[in-house]
């Protein structure tokens, strides 16, 4: 056997792999990403009825939104660490390179994938018309500054957004 063919099956392997990590989407604005902002909807959040309430922007501070992992990362790095493990050595070396490689593969692929999806975004907290306060946390998709006159909109889950 060729000692090329894994690093050959390891380069396509990647290649691949790589397309189906999400992309990390950011506002160009000076907060970065959008992607749980006060413009973004899943398909589901989409025709729900939404309280909306309005008030005024007291406090705005910038906050990191951590990754949800999909579990993409650890995968492909522990097939590529498998696939150029096994190309070190013969017998039971071989086996043993792969399956160190898979470890530290994996290890390795989690780790990138936990630092490629963290987001920056903001904990804004709102006083409302009705003397309530409350702080809301979402992506940065427009800025916020205290003073600002805002509307909050509530889900039925729950959840919550804010917007001008």
Do not use: K, W
């Amino acid at each position: 056997m060729n000692r090329s063919y894994p690093l050959v099956a390891t380069v396509l392997l990647a290649g691949l792999v790589s397309g189906c990590v999400q992309p990390n989407y950011t506002y160009s604005g000076p907060y970065g990403a959008a992607a749980y902002g006060s413009s973004s909807y899943a398909g589901y959040e989409t025709r729900q009825l939404q309280t909306v309430q309005y008030g005024v922007v007291d406090t705005v501070r910038q906050v990191a939104i951590g990754a949800q992992n999909s579990g993409v990362g650890a995968l492909t790095g522990a097939a590529l660490g498998g696939v150029a493990g096994s190309a070190v050595g013969q017998g039971r070396g071989a086996v043993a390179a792969a399956i160190g490689g898979a470890l530290i593969g994996g290890l390795a692929g989690n780790a990138i994938e936990s630092s490629s999806g963290q987001r920056y975004g903001l904990e804004i907290t709102v006083r409302l018309d009705s003397g309530r306060v409350v702080a809301v946390t979402q992506g940065a998709d427009e800025p916020f500054y205290r003073g600002d006159r805002v509307r909050l909109l509530t889900a039925p889950d729950g959840s919550a957004r804010i917007s001008h």
